[in-house]
């Protein structure tokens, strides 16, 4: 059983809409990390959050955003969605560099 | 420079066989490699993984070699079962202090174990 929630796991938006994607990590994981991954890829990392600042970004652009707050969940926003951004939004954390990430579930995101 | 090749895309294997999943990196920063197995509906789960200071590693049925001088490395699967069928990332990172950790996955194999 994984110690990283998301919610919710499923979501369908319109085009233009603004989402808000929530994660919950286990106690002690101040590092947190959001990937997209559509359907037969490899998950793509979106960036990192590291007590509860931002750590680091892949390609993604600016209306993708994220926080970290204190009690060790995290949201991923994303603005005027786009056709493209449906995909499969998945969560992953860590306590601390040098140790590996547990993944979430993920939430099914469907943009129409 | 990031990109992380897998192969091969599929891989259809009898129970009880050996399934050999391939793996080739460009970045030589690179200093960490995991294998992630995933269900369908599920998010990646961490099988294995392996730092370059060692050329292989094993835990039960799942071994890594690692090939620092190719830049390769691989997954095997000893005795594989009918359980076993899942899609397979490797990724790789570079770890430790100022770094991310951002982890740059493969492009998945979809395994199939037939009983």
């Known amino acids: 059983e994984t110690g990283v929630t998301q919610s919710p796991t499923h979501l369908i938006k319109t085009r233009g809409q603004q989402v808000t994607l929530r994660c919950s990590s286990q106690s002690g994981h101040n590092t947190v990390s959001w990937y997209q991954q559509a359907l037969g890829q490899g998950p793509q990392f979106i960036f990192q959050?590291?007590?509860?600042?931002?750590?680091g970004r892949g390609n993604f652009p600016p209306r993708f955003s994220g926080l970290q707050f204190p009690n060790y969940s995290s949201e991923l926003n994303v603005n005027a969605l786009e056709l493209d951004d449906s995909a499969l939004y998945l969560c992953a954390s860590s306590p601390g560099q040098n140790y590996g990430y547990t993944f979430g579930s993920g939430t099914r995101l469907t943009i129409v | 420079q990031q990109q992380v090749k897998q192969s091969p895309q599929s891989l259809i294997v009898q129970k009880g066989g050996i399934s050999i999943i391939n793996c080739a990196y460009e970045?030589?920063?690179?200093?960490?490699f995991p294998w992630y197995q995933q269900f369908p509906g599920k998010g990646p789960a961490l099988l294995i993984a392996i730092r370059p200071d060692v050329s292989e590693k094993k835990e039960g049925r799942f071994t890594i070699s690692f090939n620092k001088s190719a830049k390769q490395f691989s997954l095997h699967i000893m005795d594989s079962q009918p359980g076993d069928s899942a899609t397979y990332f490797c990724?790789?990172?570079?770890?430790?202090?100022?770094?991310?950790?951002?982890?740059?996955f493969g492009q998945g194999t979809t395994l199939q174990v037939k009983p």
């Open positions: 970045n030589t920063a690179f200093d960490y």
């Open positions: 990724a790789a990172s570079r770890e430790g202090s100022g770094n991310t950790g951002k982890l740059i």
């Open positions: 959050y590291y007590r509860e600042e931002e750590n």
